[in-house]
């Protein structure tokens, strides 16, 4: 039997986690601030979405807007913070002024984190070279996973970037799982399943009504019968 396609969607709080839950998604990205992209949530928001939920969750450790790392005394800090709260998977992705991966910052941050899981978030999309960056990071402690949409812009630009990666999976730089998100519409999802690609990243598409409303289970069940293959009319 095939492994399910993984669907992520981005949690502000314990209602949104619940939700997400309800409506079939594998792992939680917990964030908060989207106005600012997605920020490290507060430690006592986490506690009780991990206590809500039993699916995976990944904690955002991103203190500004932007993708410069900032204090790293502070960052590492607030990774041990989380880990004590029972967070165990992270996502984090920090760059230099020039563009390139800022691997003093990322490698603070994993030996923080002393093994955990995590994601390389979209900063992948806004570095000066993609191919570059991730040969820069292969082997990192814990990586397994990179967040992108193949472009700055969104999947509608970034299509034919996510799909010759695609091509490349197993090879040094590129054995980590693609997870696809930013301008993702259902529409995308089968020429992305079919060329291998198999973990998908929601946010304002699992709530219809917007920010300000809540994550919606019939939006987020929708995006699961999609990903399972089964025919939208009768999801």
């Known amino acids: 039997m095939s492994k399910r396609a993984v669907l992520e969607v981005i949690a502000l709080g314990v209602e949104d986690a619940v939700a997400a839950q309800a409506g079939g998604a594998d792992r939680l990205e917990l964030v908060t601030?989207?106005?600012?992209?997605?920020l490290t949530p507060p430690v006592d928001t986490v506690a009780r979405i991990r206590a809500a939920v039993d699916i995976d969750l990944r904690v955002m450790l991103r203190l500004a807007d932007g993708f410069a790392a900032g204090d790293l005394d502070r960052l590492a800090g607030v990774a041990r913070e989380m880990r004590e709260a029972g967070a165990q998977e992270f996502v984090f992705g920090f760059l230099e002024a020039d563009g390139g991966v800022d691997l003093r910052a990322v490698e603070r941050v994993v030996g923080a984190l002393d093994g955990c899981r995590?994601?390389?978030?979209?900063?992948?999309d806004r570095a000066a070279d993609r191919d570059a960056l991730r040969k820069q990071l292969d082997g990192m402690p814990g990586l397994d996973t990179y967040?992108?949409?193949g472009s700055a812009t969104g999947v509608d630009d970034g299509l034919p970037t996510l799909l010759a990666e695609a091509a490349r999976g197993g090879e040094p730089g590129y054995e980590?799982?693609?997870?696809v998100g930013g301008g993702?519409?259902?529409?995308?999802?089968?020429?992305?399943?079919?060329a291998g690609i198999?973990?998908?990243h929601i946010g304002g598409a699992a709530r219809p009504s917007g920010w300000?409303?809540?994550v919606s289970t019939p939006a987020v069940a929708k995006w699961?019968?999609?990903?399972?293959?089964?025919?939208q009319e009768t999801a």
Do not use: K, S, Y
């Open 33 to 38: 601030d989207i106005a600012a992209d997605g």
């Open 118 to 124: 995590w994601t390389f978030h979209r900063a992948l």
């Open 147 to 149: 967040l992108t949409a």
């Open 176 to 179: 980590q799982q693609i997870l």
């Open 184 to 194: 993702l519409r259902l529409e995308h999802v089968p020429r992305l399943l079919t």
């Open 198 to 200: 198999d973990a998908f």
């Open 212 to 214: 300000t409303a809540p």
């Open 224 to 231: 699961r019968a999609a990903l399972d293959g089964v025919p």
